[in-house]
């Protein structure tokens, strides 16, 4: 089983579409994350979600929206697509927090802007 | 501002030798470090974590070290497998808050 899957795993799309991707975790875990890795391959926290409440939200443009309808899930909308959306976003969730528990990661969402 | 380093980008060690991966970083309010393996198309996995009241932890061939005076962190990987070839990242978070992750070190162990 799957812990954390996140999809699709490849998203190809053109400047100014609006898209998104989908997270799941089936480990009961109450705290999920989005992370982008940029081509300087730098993972960069963008939310944090406890429970379906926002609780971290970095400087990430409003045209990122993240969702969580329930605690197992964190779904990333992104409006109005530019070609430095262009990286891989990792879906993650842990336990409480980080508060001394590791991150389970998904897979990764490499996203093209084209 | 990058609060946590990963000096080396790359790394490469004959198998059956030691691999040495180093961190370092500013923020002395960080209580906890975590080290994850990527393999290329798949998202991190964990390793190994320290609490900042240890100095050392061991799993298997894993141990990582801290050295809280140095803000300094290092994983030692005895003895390396080919299989352990993939980018590493270590990550610090401080009081629960977000993991911040350093920028990978790519380490090939040579068969």
């Known amino acids: 089983d799957t812990a954390v899957s996140q999809t699709p795993k490849y998203l190809v799309t053109q400047m100014g579409n609006d898209k998104s991707i989908k997270c799941e975790q089936n480990?009961?875990?109450?705290?999920m994350y989005w992370y982008k890795q940029d081509s300087k391959k730098f993972l960069k926290i963008m939310f944090s979600?406890?429970?379906?409440?926002?609780?971290i939200n970095e400087t990430v443009p409003n045209r990122f929206s993240p969702k969580s309808p329930d605690k197992a899930h964190l779904n990333l909308h992104i409006n109005s697509l530019e070609l430095g959306d262009s990286a891989v976003y990792f879906c993650?969730?842990?336990?409480?927090?980080?508060?001394?528990?590791?991150?389970?990661f998904g897979q990764g969402t490499r996203l093209t802007v084209v | 501002d990058q609060q946590v380093k990963q000096n080396s980008p790359s790394l490469s060690v004959q198998e059956g030798r030691i691999s040495i991966l180093n961190c370092d970083y500013t923020?002395?309010?960080?209580?906890?470090f975590l080290w994850y393996k990527k393999y290329p198309a798949e998202g991190p996995t964990f390793l190994i974590s320290?609490?900042?009241?240890?100095d050392k932890n061991e799993d298997g061939r894993f141990t990582v070290f801290l050295n809280k005076s140095a803000k300094h962190l290092s994983l030692h990987i005895v003895p390396s497998q080919p299989g352990d070839s993939a980018v590493y990242f270590c990550?610090?978070?401080?009081?629960?808050?977000?993991?911040?992750f350093g920028t990978g070190t790519r380490l090939k162990v040579l068969a």
């Open positions: 993650a969730s842990s336990l409480y927090g980080t508060g001394g528990t590791e991150a389970f």
């Open positions: 480990l009961g875990h109450d705290t």
């Open positions: 979600y406890n429970n379906k409440e926002l609780i």
């Open positions: 923020n002395s309010m960080f209580d906890y």
């Open positions: 320290i609490s900042s009241i240890k």
């Open positions: 990550a610090a978070s401080v009081e629960g808050d977000k993991y911040i």
